[in-house]
Nanobody
Framework: QVQLVESGGGQMQAGGSLRLSCSISGRTYSSYVVGWFRQAPGKEREGVSCISRSGGSTYYADSVKGRFTISRDNSKNTVYLQINSLKPEDTAVYYC?????????????????WGQGTQVTVSS
């Protein structure tokens, strides 16, 4: 069993930066890739980034390329999402999830385990 817990969300000003953390427990942590998703008010959840088991490969949705950086520290069982140049449209609940592979279309059905989410609110 794998459990994921997100943290680091909060209320931010546009233009600022934020780092979200996803702490993962379970003996098989290193067997999974980890993705970040977000769900804005009134919108469907969307995948924004994914990182391979080793951290050597990273993937980003076009909407966040250049501003988001995903990383992982396997010694701490933690995956991070650095968000720079925050925009009001980044306001959403951010979720991390574990899967066997990073799918190009961020198919939620391929993610086996999910965190509870952390709220990010960006004001202009």
């Amino acid at each position: 069993q794998v459990q994921l817990v997100e943290s680091g969300g909060g209320q931010m000003q546009a233009g600022g930066s934020l780092r979200l953390s996803c702490s993962i427990s379970g003996r098989t942590y290193s067997s999974y890739v980890v993705g970040w998703f977000r769900q804005a008010p009134g919108k469907e959840r969307e995948g924004v980034s994914c990182i391979s088991r080793s951290g050597g490969s990273t993937y980003y949705a076009d909407s966040v390329k250049g501003r988001f950086t995903i990383s992982r520290d396997n010694s701490k069982n933690t995956v991070y999402l650095q968000i720079n140049s925050l925009k009001p449209e980044d306001t959403a609940v951010y979720y991390c999830a574990a899967a066997w592979t990073c799918s190009r279309d961020y198919d939620e059905n391929s993610y086996n385990y999910w965190g509870q989410g952390t709220q990010v609110t960006v004001s202009s």
